[in-house]
C-alpha cells in the first residue's frame, strides 16, 4: 500500500454503537489530520497531531477521541454518536519540519459513516 | 480567522475546451499558501497544484494553471484541453506559513462536469 489508507472505507453504526476508525500513511511523515465532510459545507479540521502529539483539537465533542500510537497510524475512536455525526471522515498526513515552510497534506480515500 | 469562497457550487465544460474555476479568500496574514485540491467520485482528496503567496509567478502543473491575484485574494484555477478524467469536486483551500498553524481552511467546493 501507498500514499495515505484509511480503513474502514463505509461504516454504518448505532448511536449506542463503539467503533473505530484507522489510518495509516506510508510516506515517512510526522503530522496527520482528521477531517469531518459533510454535504454541502467545508471540510472541518478535527484534530491535528505532530511529532505524535495533539496540536489542535477543534472544538470537537468527546464523543469523539482520537489516538496517533506512532507517526504511522491514527485512530478516532467513537462511542454514542449522533446521526448528525453521519459524514466523511478524512485522513491526512504531511511532513512538518521543525522551522520553515510547511508541506502539502496529502489525504486518504476516506470513511463513509452513518449514524443510525 | 481565514476564510475562503468558492463562488461556483457547480460548473460544466465541454471535452477540450479550457474552464476557469474561481476562489477567493479573506485573510489578514501576508504569507501562506494557497491550493487546489480534487475530489473525483473515489472520494480521494488529490492536490493539483499549490502556491506559495510570496511567490510572483503563478504556478502551473501540466493543464492545471492558477491566477494568483495577491492585493485582490484571489486564486482561479485553470484547466486547459478538459477531459473526462478531470470530472470531480474541486476544492481551494487556505492554510498560513506560520509555524505551528498546519491547519488547512477549504472552500465549500465546486462540482465540475465534463460534457463529451
Redesign the interface.
Known amino acids: 500500500e501507498t500514499g495515505v489508507t484509511q480503513t474502514p472505507r463505509h461504516l454504518v453504526m448505532g448511536m449506542t454503537n463503539k467503533k473505530s476508525l484507522k489510518c495509516e500513511q506510508h510516506l515517512g511523515h510526522n503530522?496527520m489530520?482528521w477531517y469531518k465532510q459533510s454535504a454541502?459545507?467545508?471540510?472541518e479540521?478535527m484534530f491535528?497531531y505532530?511529532l505524535e502529539e495533539r496540536?489542535?483539537n477543534n472544538s470537537v465533542p468527546s464523543r469523539f477521541s482520537p489516538e496517533c500510537p506512532n507517526s504511522s497510524h491514527l485512530f478516532l475512536h467513537l462511542h454514542t454518536l449522533q446521526p448528525e455525526d453521519s459524514a466523511?471522515y478524512?485522513c491526512?498526513s504531511?511532513q512538518?519540519p521543525l522551522?520553515?515552510?510547511?508541506d502539502?497534506?496529502?489525504?486518504?480515500?476516506?470513511t463513509?459513516l452513518t449514524v443510525l | 480567522a481565514q476564510t475562503v469562497t468558492q463562488s461556483q457550487p457547480e460548473m460544466s465544460v465541454q471535452e477540450a475546451e479550457t474552464v476557469t474555476l474561481s476562489c477567493t479568500y479573506d485573510t489578514s496574514e501576508s504569507d501562506y499558501y494557497l491550493f487546489w485540491y480534487k475530489q473525483p467520485p473515489s472520494r480521494q482528496m488529490i492536490l493539483v497544484i499549490r502556491q506559495e503567496a510570496y511567490k510572483q509567478q503563478n504556478a502551473t502543473e501540466n493543464r492545471f494553471s492558477v491566477n494568483f491575484q495577491k492585493a485582490a485574494k484571489s486564486f482561479s484555477l485553470k484547466i486547459s484541453d478538459s477531459q473526462l478524467g478531470d470530472a470531480a469536486m474541486y476544492f481551494c483551500a487556505y492554510r498560513s506559513a506560520n509555524f505551528g498553524n498546519e491547519k488547512l481552511t477549504f472552500g465549500t467546493g465546486t462540482r465540475l462536469t465534463i460534457i463529451p
Open positions: 503530522a489530520y454541502k459545507k467545508p471540510l479540521l491535528v505532530s496540536v489542535e466523511l478524512l491526512a504531511s512538518e522551522y520553515g515552510d510547511s502539502t497534506q496529502y489525504f486518504g480515500p476516506g463513509r
